[in-house]
Structures are given as structure tokens and as C-alpha cells.
């Protein structure tokens, strides 16, 4: 079969460069590495200069038009010496200058030691995990450029407000599931390195995609600094969660209740199992775990009373009596796992979805000893969050079937939020070109806004049931 050619690409950036201009970079014939990275260079500083000067001559032109007519003209003013840091290494321009001295370039601005794209490469590196000092000696090893370390840590510390303003952006009204755990860091604290944890929010939104909703250090978990989070998701919007997944985390279901009382709270089935399994040993734990699935399996009719009962009375019951009493312990919140159909159980039955999360920050993480303050922590992890995030682009293939049990579950809860989100994107809808859609809904519009009664609830089989 004889392939067809394909055709030349259309994207101006691959267009040919004339022969002539190539001879003014470098010498025809064969190059080495170094050859091209010299030419490269060369054209690098051609360009920029080029640029530089057409801004210059855009801004005399603007100024001669808007001075009057009696008014001294402005005219160019030679250059100046500059060194500047690319993605390539340091390329010394000729920085043009006018005679009254209000030439304020935009490609390169005024104090400006770094172009575009070389801050970007500090970053991906310190997300990666790189302390700073790897970061110096890396751009030295491949890029021959010398920076300290004050520099790579004022590139860093830049991102800052845009870590602030991702904690505080705004929020969806409603979330179906949002799981919450914890991972350990260690912070210095008064001249001493503890072990703080810090907390993350792993939300499903109605469209079936995912979003991390803040960041939370605490030294230890109670009910009181459980109220400070929910409050300040209240506070950002989110008023409603309808399932709310953690691993048994101390204080939730008080504040839980008193911030969101109509929301339920769901165990970590996966974790509460791989907890009970520890009371065994390796032969006896795959027949254990055998048994202790026609618990969490069972139907809603038997969930309540003949699945635990029927595990007590078995000879597993009476071989660890401890693990049927951890179960009852627990019951509370395994209970409205049970009202749930099949496809929501498979959603909410662990919390192995942020445990990943987790799992790719700690590879960040794993280089550094201590951070000397919460910020830094808090920096950090969320430049590894923001490598995690990009690659969620789309739900999972089974949301579509859960989002439709969702609705039936929950009813108004859970469809009026997705209609005001339908009637808030008409009107954008309505302003685009029909011929290119946008996949970005209201809620991920929201994401990325950054560029972070105290009785318990009634846990019951009704707390779940049908919407009429």
C-alpha cells in the first residue's frame, strides 16, 4: 500500500527560513551542536533587538501625534547595555532609548533580568522537587548560566498571590462527593521540626470531573479546626456537599453536622477493611476479607441487620470477635453506604481517588527534610497539585450512569444546581461562534479563577431514600 504524503503543515512557526538569511547566522556546511546553539543565540539577539526597536518606533510615532506643536521633539537616544536570562542562557542586548527617557519597553521591561519563559523553567523544576540548590546547579550544568539561590527563591515566592488567590477563589454551589484526607509534612515551628498534616479536598463536581478545593495544615484534627474548613468553603460558595468521604478523621462528623447537616457521611470502606484484616494473619487474611465483602456487597434490604449478624454468628465471627465489634463501632457510617445503588457505591466505597493525589505529591515531597514555614509547604504542594490537575481533562466513563442515580437519590439537591449552572452558560453559549464549542462549563471556568446544633446527623437507610 502506498502511503500518501502528507500535507505541509499550515502553522506559521515551521514556515521556511530563506537561505540568505541563514548564511547571515551561521556558515554553510556541516555543524556541530555548539555551532547551532551559537547560531541560535545569534538570531535569539538579532530578534529581540528588532522587536525592541520597532516598540521604540511605535512609542515616538504615539508621542509625536499627542505633543504640542511647540513641544521639543522626542528622537532616539543610542543603546544601552543589557544581559538578560532566557530559556537559552544569558544574551547581552542593545537596549534602545529615546531622548526624554519615557520609552518603556514591553518585550523586555525596564529592570527586567529574565525573559519569558525562564522563570516558567524555574517552576516546572521547583514542582518537580528540585531544592534550590539543585536548581543552580542544573541551569549551570546545561545552560552555562549562574544564578544564586536568592534568585531561584524570589521566582518561587512569586507564585505566592497566586496561591492565595486559588485559596480563596470561588467555589461550585454544590459538589456530590468530596473526599477529605490528610498527609504528613514536616515544618519547622519555634526553632523546632514537627510533623504538621496537611489536608486536601478532592471534590466531584455534576459534570463528573474533579478539582481540589484548598489546602489546610493543622497540627492536630478536632472539631474545631474541621468548622474552620467548612466555614471558609461556605464562605466561598459551596453550599450544599451532598457525600462527604473521609478515613475516620476525629471531629468531622460534629462539624460536619453543624456546617452541613443535610450532608452524609461516608467511611472509607477500603480502609476500614485493610484495618480490620491487621487482627489476622497472611494465611488466614484472603478467606477473612472473603467474608468480610459479603458485608459491604450485601443488598439494602439485608445491609441493616443479616449480613453483620450472619458474619458474627460464622466461625469467623467467633474466631475475631474484635473485628465484628470494630464493624458495629463503625456502623454509623457505613450504614448509608448500603441505600446507595451500585454505580454511587462504586464512586464513594474508598477514598483511593485523593490517597493518589497523595501518592504523586509525596514523590515531590520525598527530597526535602523540613520546610522552614507553612507557606513553603503550602507552595510547594500546590505547584505538585498543579501537575497532578492538568492531566484531569475529562469524568470517568462510568459518571454518566452515577449522575443519573445521584439525581434520583438526592432529586431538587442535586438537579436545581445543574440547571442554574445550564442557565448561566446559555447567554455565554450564545456569544460564541457556533462552529467551535467550548468543552469548559461553569465549573471549570471557576476552577482556575487562581492562574486556595452540634449533634450528629441521623444515619439511617432513609437518610438516602428516593426523592418523590
Known sequence: MVRSKKPPSSDPRWAPVPDAILDHVALPGILEAADVEAASQRLKKALLERALGAELQHHLTQEA?????????????????????????????????????????VLIPKHARRFTGFDDKILALYARGLTVRDIQAFLHEMYSIDVSPDLISTVTDAVQEEVRAWQTRPLEPMYPVV??????????????????AVYLALAVLPDGTRDI?????????????????????????????LIAVTDGLSGMPDALAAVYPATT???????????????????????????????YTAPPADAANDAPEAFAASPWGHQFPTIFAAWRRAWPQIIPFFACPPDVRRVIYTTNALENVNRQVRKTLKTRGHFPTDDAAIKLIWLALRNVMADWSRPSPTWRTAMNQFAILYGDRFTQHQAQDDQSLSPRLAHKNPDSPSRSGPSRDRRHLGTSTLAPAPWHLGTLAPAP
Open 65 to 105: 501625534g499627542s505633543a504640542p506643536p511647540d513641544a521639543p521633539a522626542n528622537r532616539r537616544n543610542g543603546t544601552r547595555p543589557k544581559a538578560v536570562l532566557t530559556d537559552d542562557g544569558t544574551v547581552p542586548l542593545a537596549i534602545p532609548r529615546d531622548r526624554h527617557g519615557t520609552f518603556a519597553p
Open 179 to 196: 473526599f477529605f484526607d490528610a498527609l504528613r509534612v514536616k515544618i519547622r515551628d519555634e526553632a523546632t521540626v514537627q510533623s504538621k
Open 265 to 295: 457521611l461516608q467511611t472509607c470502606l477500603v480502609h476500614l477493611i485493610r484495618r480490620r484484616l491487621e487482627f489476622a494473619n497472611w494465611r488466614t487474611r484472603k478467606p477473612l476479607a472473603v467474608a468480610l465483602r459479603r458485608i
Open 213 to 241: 478545593l484548598g489546602i489546610w495544615i493543622e497540627h492536630t484534627e478536632g472539631a474545631k479546626f474541621w468548622m474552620r474548613v467548612f466555614a471558609d468553603l461556605q464562605a466561598r460558595g459551596c453550599r450544599d456537599i
